[in-house]
């Protein structure tokens, strides 16, 4: 029996155009690729940034007092409005405290360092960090919002320029522009961008009636996640 043999014949022609149609898959392929690998690490970027949270003082330090309104129960509930507005948002948060304790154990000499410094180990495990306070003066007339970064830190000046934006669309400013500050412990001893939040003065009248409603802190803690967000979105861009 004699074996069938078949010649194919493809013109010159057919040949040059599948050339060409491959040629356009292999580019689209490629474009697919680069694509895929450009939005996941947009996502990685966004959903792994660490967003440090401090709500200062708590336990033994209550911080600013006035009456029985105390700044370290104002602080932690606008850090877990926070908390939770930037974890909805895909934003990985951890906090130096969830509850109502200090972080400088035993009650001796040198807690408030230690507090201070068991704090910023905390913070240097993050990407920025933002530390929530209500200020208290003696003038009763100083009322609203100021943040305070390292002096001489570009990345702290820009964070505490974006929460202001945002701040002063809910909160009055006490100072419009992020303040520079040498010799604060916590802003001088992190290794990340970070800011120092004064919501309001507990104690001016407007400020602490204000303070304690929880739509008001729910606000505020909006605008501080807007703020960060907004600036680690510019930080992906750049
Ligand atoms: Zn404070």
């Given at each position: 029996?004699?074996?069938?043999?078949?010649?194919?014949?493809?013109?010159?022609?057919?040949?040059?155009?599948?050339?060409?149609?491959?040629?356009?898959?292999?580019?689209?392929?490629?474009?697919?690729?680069?694509?895929?690998?450009?939005?996941?690490?947009?996502?990685?970027?966004?959903?792994?940034?660490?967003?440090?949270?401090?709500?200062?003082?708590?336990?033994?330090?209550?911080?600013?007092?006035?009456?029985?309104?105390?700044?370290?129960?104002?602080?932690?509930?606008?850090?877990?409005?926070?908390?939770?507005?930037?974890?909805?948002?895909?934003?990985?948060?951890?906090?130096?405290?969830?509850?109502?304790?200090?972080?400088?154990?035993?009650?001796?000499?040198?807690?408030?360092?230690?507090?201070?410094?068991?704090?910023?180990?905390?913070?240097?495990?993050?990407?920025?960090?933002?530390?929530?306070?209500?200020?208290?003066?003696?003038?009763?007339?100083?009322?609203?919002a100021v943040v305070f970064y390292q002096k001489g830190s570009e990345a702290g000046k820009e964070l505490a320029a974006s929460l202001l934006t945002e701040l002063n669309k809910v909160q009055l400013l006490n100072d419009n522009r992020p303040l520079?500050?040498?010799?604060?412990?916590?802003?001088?001893?992190?290794?990340?961008?970070?800011?120092?939040?004064?919501?309001?003065?507990?104690?001016?009248?407007?400020?602490?009636?204000?303070?304690?409603?929880?739509?008001?802190?729910?606000?505020?803690?909006?605008?501080?996640?807007?703020?960060?967000?907004?600036?680690?979105?510019?930080?992906?861009?750049?």
């Amino acid at each position: 029996m004699k074996r069938l043999t078949m010649a194919v014949f493809v013109p010159k022609q057919y040949l040059i155009l599948v050339g060409v149609l491959l040629l356009h898959l292999v580019i689209a392929v490629i474009a697919v690729d680069y694509w895929t690998i450009y939005r996941q690490e947009r996502e990685i970027l966004a959903t792994g940034a660490n967003v440090i949270l401090d709500p200062g003082h708590g336990g033994v330090d209550p911080g600013a007092l006035s009456g029985e309104v105390k700044e370290k129960d104002i602080v932690l509930d606008v850090v877990l409005r926070m908390n939770k507005y930037l974890e909805e948002h895909g934003y990985s948060v951890v906090l130096t405290r969830d509850e109502d304790v200090d972080l400088g154990g035993e009650l001796s000499k040198g807690r408030h360092r230690r507090d201070l410094e068991a704090r910023v180990s905390v913070i240097n495990n993050g990407q920025v960090a933002v530390s929530i306070h209500c200020n208290i003066i003696k003038d009763p007339d100083q009322k609203g919002a100021v943040v305070f970064y390292q002096k001489g830190s570009e990345a702290g000046k820009e964070l505490a320029a974006s929460l202001l934006t945002e701040l002063n669309k809910v909160q009055l400013l006490n100072d419009n522009r992020p303040l520079p500050r040498e010799n604060l412990f916590l802003l001088r001893t992190s290794k990340i961008p970070t800011v120092i939040v004064e919501l309001g003065f507990l104690s001016n009248q407007e400020d602490r009636t204000k303070l304690q409603e929880p739509a008001f802190r729910q606000q505020l803690a909006e605008a501080l996640s807007r703020g960060i967000i907004n600036y680690l979105e510019q930080e992906i861009e750049n």
